[in-house]
């Protein structure tokens, strides 16, 4: 099933986050892959948040441009739902988020379009749960033990 592109509630225009993203992207700090990627995420009352990948010489201590935008959010003191995150990479592919970042998006936005993108083509365009499907999130874990 496509998803919905105006989920309840959020005001976003599909071009105007992409084309946010592709704009953000070139603040990448990116010195090691030479990928850089611009992430952008909506929440459920149109607030918008920017974010990009920021590597370091210790490799595994990257961190991705939706988590750098997530980041963003909770640091402004912003909990609302994420409704919609664009990801714009280098290349002409869809940059799809990494599995890591499946799980950050699904933690905040269970229920978010994820509009991901390269520099050619149509955005592909999906539901996280497509995604990240059967994912583990804050609902399963309020079932542990008191
Ligand atoms: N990257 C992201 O920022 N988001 C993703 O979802 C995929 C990967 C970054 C991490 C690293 O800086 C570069 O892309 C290459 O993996």
């Known amino acids: 099933m496509k998803p919905d592109p105006h ?7 599909e071009a ?19 990928f850089r990627v611009g992430a952008v995420i909506v929440t459920d009352d149109g607030q918008v948040f920017e974010g990009v990948n920021v590597e370091n010489a210790s490799y595994r201590m990257t961190t991705c441009a939706e988590q750098s ?24 592919d869809p940059c799809t988020p990494c599995g890591a970042c499946r799980q950050t998006i699904y933690e905040f936005g269970p229920q978010a379009t994820v509009y991901s993108s390269g520099d050619a083509g149509r955005p592909l365009v999906t539901l996280i749960t497509d995604l990240l499907p059967h994912g583990f999130g804050p609902k399963r ?3 542990g033990q008191s």
């Open 7 to 13: 989920p309840k509630g959020a005001t976003y225009d």
């Open 16 to 34: 105007d986050l992409l084309r946010r993203a592709r704009t953000v992207r070139a603040r990448a700090y990116a010195p090691y892959s030479h």
């Open 69 to 92: 935008a997530i980041a963003g959010m909770i640091s402004a003191g912003v909990r609302r739902p994420i409704v919609a995150v664009a990801v714009v990479g280098d290349g002409d």
């Open 141 to 143: 874990l309020s079932q």
